[in-house]
């Protein structure tokens, strides 16, 4: 039997296990990547782990959250980054050189290699051929310190494309469709691997926006085979010797298969508040809109932002509503501003930005209340924007631009003829600011007073007992968990300060039950914890004295960091049984160290009057380290 391209990548990086579906391996990481809001508190873990210098091939710390310098916390965490990369030997990339993904995809990114990131968009890379992985900043240390990645053999869920996409439609659409057919949980164990005659019409950045959107779908990694497109993406970079071709063999065999043909697709939008809540265009055309946001690292590459900077040539931006650039690096600054479309973007009214997330991660630029805001952004979770009940849909960036002309959703198709444009045949590297690893031995690393070391965390007890201090219902996010914005993101590197704004937006009494009646579990239903890769989401939940979590099912980093913390992962054997539990009730689950110790996957859990059966389903390793306490005290020990 052949083999697709997931395979291919993932047998040339085994060290342990088998290729079988469903049982945990360990990989090889070649390459790392961590931004600034999960970074700060990989590098203090990095540190804990004791080694000198990062054992990959190549890792990258990027700043590219944390941008607002209203005080000295942001600053100083730059800084200490900065100093980070130079003792430990990595890449750094500052503020205002762009977002991880975008730079990471530019300069770095190879076809064939493994990419671990502590950012969940980090499967940007698989545009390009790489095998590219979103986890917890505690793996991505570990990775760097030369160990293995363990992740569950996913299943490959293979989507065939064929046809070419139509005027106004583009690479947004494609997955915008994908979110359509299959929801948030869809991609929940498998690669999405893309294959057929349609791949060769999309380019690289094509395919990153569309692997990038992919980690909407709950997907492990999603990725492209690496081809002649490839070749030219890497040559305009001027990184061909990189170039290795990669496809999945004839008799390859995919667990699901899609098929999609490019060209029946129309522009598609996401709507509030989440981003499967797919329709066409226009059935939800003429709703006035008071901003349009074109930026992420979904939707920022130099042909995102020229087919805006095209169709506004001749044409002015709607006084009704604010029109934002967000650039997704400094390489798309200099080569918009050299090809002279920076020129027409001003002229037409657009604030253009610094390179960087900036809004997509509530680091300004909130909407008006009650007012709707078109982002070409990965995600619409509720309050993500920074505005409360915030209306926000997802879309192309020909669909933005519509809306900023005519002040109104719009089905771009109504704009007339399609902007035509070549891109670079070679690019302007705008890496000028990147600095290289260099020699760290003699390196100060430096703290500012807002870095807090990081916390100690007992081994599991012999018996557990504790009050449910929240239950919650489905499709938890991090964002819900932990969330960001400005206020909150600066204290990322202060797990003592930030744990303050634990389940903020759900119950804002969390935090002082937590701190008064803890410890205890959190209860909750589907996909608890979609979204982000953020750890502080475990993290800052398990300082409060979250030990235990009992949902119905979890999503996929967030359920590996609960481990990396020593948090229990337990789901509802039967999920009635959800119901059962009350706001305050006192749970035990007796012998709970020896019972995971011994292997059991089923735990009994006696409650207020019942008791029902719970699952632990993790690996012997996860076993280990949920007995230590977490992974932390378990490398420590080892
Ligand atoms: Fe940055 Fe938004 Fe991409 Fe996250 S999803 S890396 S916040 S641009």
Redesign the pocket.
């Known amino acids: 039997m052949g083999y697709t391209v997931t395979e291919k990548i993932l047998a040339a990086h085994l060290v342990e296990g088998e290729l079988k579906r469903g049982t945990e391996i360990g990989i090889r990481i070649d390459q790392t990547l961590t ?1 600034d809001a999960t970074g700060t508190m990989a590098y203090l873990e990095f540190e804990a782990i004791g080694i000198p210098r990062v054992q990959t091939e190549l890792s990258v710390c990027y700043v ?2 944390n941008l607002v310098q209203s005080d000295f916390r942001n600053a100083d965490d730059h800084r200490f980054l900065q100093s980070v990369a130079r003792k430990f030997g990595l890449y750094f990339s500052p503020p205002g050189n762009g ?3 975008q730079v990471h995809l530019e300069r770095f990114g190879l076809p064939g290699k493994t990419l671990l990131g502590s ?3 980090t499967p940007t890379g698989g545009g390009l051929g790489m095998l590219a992985i979103g986890a917890g900043g505690l793996d991505v240390a570990m990775a760097m310190a030369g160990k293995p990645f363990y992740l569950v053999m996913p299943r490959i869920y293979g989507i065939k494309l064929t046809g070419r996409l139509a005027p106004w439609v583009s690479a947004r659409d494609v997955l915008l469709e994908v979110l359509r057919r299959l929801s948030v949980k869809g991609g929940v164990g498998y690669v999405m691997e893309y294959f057929g005659p349609g791949v060769a019409e999309l380019s690289v950045t094509d395919r990153a926006s569309i692997t ?1 959107f992919g980690a909407e779908l709950g997907a492990t990694s999603s990725l492209f085979p690496s081809d002649e497109r490839t070749r030219e993406f890497l040559a305009s970079q001027g990184r061909e010797e990189g170039f290795v071709e990669l496809s999945a063999d004839p008799d390859a065999v995919y667990d699901q298969v899609m098929e999609l043909d490019l060209a029946s697709l129309e522009p598609l939008i996401a709507c509030p508040s989440s981003p499967d809540n797919v329709v066409p265009v226009r059935e939800v055309a003429g709703r006035p809109v008071a901003q349009v946001l074109v ?4 939707n920022s590459s130099l042909r995102d932002l020229m087919v805006v900077a095209k169709t506004l040539e001749s044409r002015e931006v709607s006084r009704e509503l604010s029109f934002e650039i967000n650039p997704g690096s400094r390489q798309v600054l200099e080569n918009l501003t050299a090809a002279g479309d920076m020129l027409t973007l001003v002229r037409a009214g657009a604030r253009v930005h610094q390179a960087g ?1 900036l809004g ?2 509530g680091m300004g630029q909130a909407p008006p209340t009650g007012t709707i805001s078109l982002r070409t ?3 619409n979770f509720p309050g993500r924007s920074g505005t409360k009940n915030d209306q926000v849909y997802l879309c192309s960036p020909e669909t933005a631009v519509a809306a900023a002309i005519t002040g109104r959703i719009t089905d771009p198709r109504e704009l007339g003829a399609y902007p035509r444009f070549d891109l670079p045949r070679r690019y302007l590297p705008g890496d000028s600011r990147i600095e290289p690893p260099r020699d760290g031995a003699e390196v100060e690393i430096v703290r500012g007073p807002n870095i807090a070391p990081f916390p100690e965390f007992k081994p599991l007890a012999a018996d557990w007992q504790g009050r449910a201090l929240l239950k919650v219902e489905d499709n938890i996010t991090t964002d819900h968990i932990m969330p960001a914005g400005a206020k909150v993101l600066p204290l990322r590197s202060n797990v003592p300060a930030i744990s303050a704004f634990v389940y903020e937006a759900v119950d804002p009494e969390f935090v002082k039950r937590a701190r008064e009646e803890g410890p205890g579990l959190v209860v909750g239903g589907d996909n608890y914890g979609q979204g ?1 890769s953020r750890e502080h989401a475990a993290l800052a939940p398990r300082f409060l004295g979250v030990e235990v979590k009992l949902v119905k099912s979890f999503a996929r980093i967030h359920k590996a960091n609960l481990i990396n913390f020593g948090i229990v992962p337990l789901t509802f054997a039967d999920p009635a049984d959800y119901d059962k539990i009350k706001l305050g009730d006192l749970l035990r689950i007796e012998s709970i160290r020896a019972q995971i110790a011994a292997g059991a996957e089923t735990l009994t859990v006696a409650g207020e009057g019942y008791t029902f059966q719970a699952r632990l389903d993790v690996s012997p390793r996860h076993r280990e380290i949920l007995l230590a306490g977490g992974l932390l005290n378990w490398a420590q020990a080892g």
């Open positions: 931004q590219d959250h977002i991880s993904h950012d969940s968009h990038n930026g992420s690292c979904s997330c997509c991660i952004f990965p995600r982000s």
